[in-house]
């Protein structure tokens, strides 16, 4: 089976801290390029250590990051900037 | 008759994503429904870009500090859940059951503060075919998204409730909370965005 991950209590409030921290600069300064690299770097936490996907095997890493980043990129990049132009 | 040829265990293909059928199908339905809101988050910042009237200034619409507790409050119930579950891959049955409790307990606060902020804004005027501040698109999406988003929290906490329940004094299914873990910090995952995009953007 997958390897047990061997985290502490500890691990996982430190993460909720540093959560806690991005959200409050997301709050406070609120520029696009903070928003942006906030929600990226708040998503990529907690999938990696709350869901520990950082720690299972990289087929299945690889397999959820392309199926949503894959979909996600086109939905975002090439479709939704399209509004501006109605 | 065909030959059948017995397969040493050592033999056998491995599998390939090394986890049980249970977490892969978890897996592959939280790939499903992130597209589901990923069309949403789309199609929003689509007819935001589209809209010929203004879009509304959230910070003047929501109080932007009972939005940062809700986050929050979101936040730290995904921790209590990651506890649980390392706590169930422990075998320390009554630390689960607490942490569960916890988790449920904390997840139904994040519901009843969506009520609260839902008659807020359905009696400032809000509704799902206008506003009464400009565009009718950001009322329309802040119901489906906010409410797609609480109907996910919903069936979490009921997942919760049943893995809790469950989780007797006689067994413990460590397996099963973890699956279960996975749906809430997903959920957790989508109120990010939404969070970021629909709020603070």
Not at chain 1, 22 to 29: C, F, K, Q, S, V
Not at chain 2, 41 to 61: K, N
Not at chain 2, 135 to 142: D, I, K, M, N
Not at chain 2, 159 to 167: D, K, N, V, Y
């Amino acid at each position: 089976m997958s390897q047990k991950a061997t985290h502490s209590y500890g691990s996982y409030w430190i993460a909720w801290f540093i959560l806690l921290l991005i959200t409050l600069a997301m709050l406070l300064i609120g520029s696009k390029p903070i928003l942006a690299a906030g929600m990226v770097i708040k998503a990529a936490i907690i999938a990696m250590f709350f869901m520990h996907l950082a720690f299972e095997k990289k087929s299945l890493i690889y397999t959820v990051l392309i199926g949503i980043f894959a979909t996600t990129a086109v939905l975002v990049v090439l479709v939704a900037p399209d509004g501006a132009a109605m | 008759m065909t030959e059948v040829h017995a397969v040493a265990p050592d033999e056998m293909e491995a599998p390939i994503f090394l986890i049980s059928w249970q977490k892969l199908m978890m897996w592959g339905f939280i790939i499903t429904d992130a597209l589901l809101f990923a069309g949403y988050l789309a199609s929003y910042m689509f007819t935001r870009l589209a809209s010929d009237v203004g879009w509304p200034a959230q910070s003047e619409i929501f109080d932007m500090n009972f939005i940062a507790l809700m986050t929050f409050t979101l936040i730290t119930s995904s921790a209590t859940m990651a506890c649980a579950v390392k706590a169930a891959s422990e075998g320390d049955r009554k630390l689960t059951r607490r942490y569960l409790l916890l988790t449920i307990l904390i997840g139904t606060a994040f519901l009843g503060m969506q009520a609260i902020e839902w008659s807020h804004f359905i009696g400032d005027g809000a509704r799902l075919t206008g506003n009464p501040w400009g565009a009718s698109g950001f009322s329309a999406y802040f119901f489906m998204m906010t409410g797609f988003h609480g109907t996910h929290v919903l069936i979490g906490v009921v997942i919760l409730l049943i893995t809790f329940l469950r989780t007797t004094p006689e067994r413990l299914i460590a397996d099963k909370v973890e699956v279960a873990g996975l749906y809430w910090h997903f959920v957790d995952l989508v109120w990010v965005f939404i969070f970021g995009c629909f709020y603070l953007l």
